[in-house]
């Protein structure tokens, strides 16, 4: 990556956007712009074009995607198939014509097929048919890697393609029914400690999963745009099980009530384990314990909670 360079982050409100957002700001004196979905529909190409020719920025931070989580990806597999397709297409090919030398795309572990062998490594990305609850989303995922690598070979465009693990932290989708497994436990025990009622769980609390703090992932995306080509596991390389996860959130909430587990309810796959040696190799660390994180996170979802469930 050149000394002097513009970044366009997409999905800047997001998550992961506004992580990204400050740690880029923060370590650079470059131009550093974010657009929302209220900036631009990006699964319109006119509309991305015009953006990218405004912009004309050298490197991009692709983060926005239509993720609906597990239970909203399985019932809404053509619509997250195609708005994440045509969104990925538009950016890459409008990056193509803006001059952009490099796109860092965010990936998903869904991406991954039940079969690879744990710890999941990149070179096993296409090995099987990502899992049938998630299919529309993660084949739209793979095909972006898949354009990606072309544009590399024919046009010389430079990327890294980001295989991201359960992320969390401020600025996140509190949805107990649809989102993802973290924030909706933490709107679940914030709900509890505000009714005086319990937590319910689905499953039996044994799987592992491998959860990543947004602030110490927008530093090892940063690391991988200044310094990696290709597709790259974004993870700690270090799994906790579900049952563990909700004491430390149990503790950091100061709950004091009854944890119920629901289970007839499927606990999903058992373990996600990741390869994460090309990440370490970059020099990248965690910079923040997950009880740490958590207690932030939880803390700041008390703060704007009128907000944070949506």
Known sequence: MAKSS???VTGASGLLGHALMDELQASTTEQVVGVTSRDVDLTDF???RDLFTTVKPDVIYHLAARVFGVMGNLHAQGQGYLDNMRMNTNVVEAARLAGTTKVVAMGSAAI????????MSEDQIWNGAPHFSEAGYAHAKRGMLAHLDAYRDQYGLDYAYCVSTNLFGPHDRFDEQFGHVLPSLLSKFLRA???DGAVTIWGT???????LYSKDAALALRMIGEGFTGPINLATGKAISIADTVQVIAEVSGFKGAVEWDRTKPDGQKLRAY?????AALGFAPRYTLRESLAETYAWLERNVATARR
């Open 205 to 211: 609390g044994t799987p592992q999963r491998d959860f």
């Open 46 to 48: 006119e509309a991305t």
């Open 112 to 119: 991954y097929s039940d079969s690879v062998t744990l710890p």
């Open 6 to 8: 513009k970044f366009l």
């Open 193 to 195: 400690n505000q009714t």
């Open 275 to 279: 390869d994460v040696s090309k990440l």
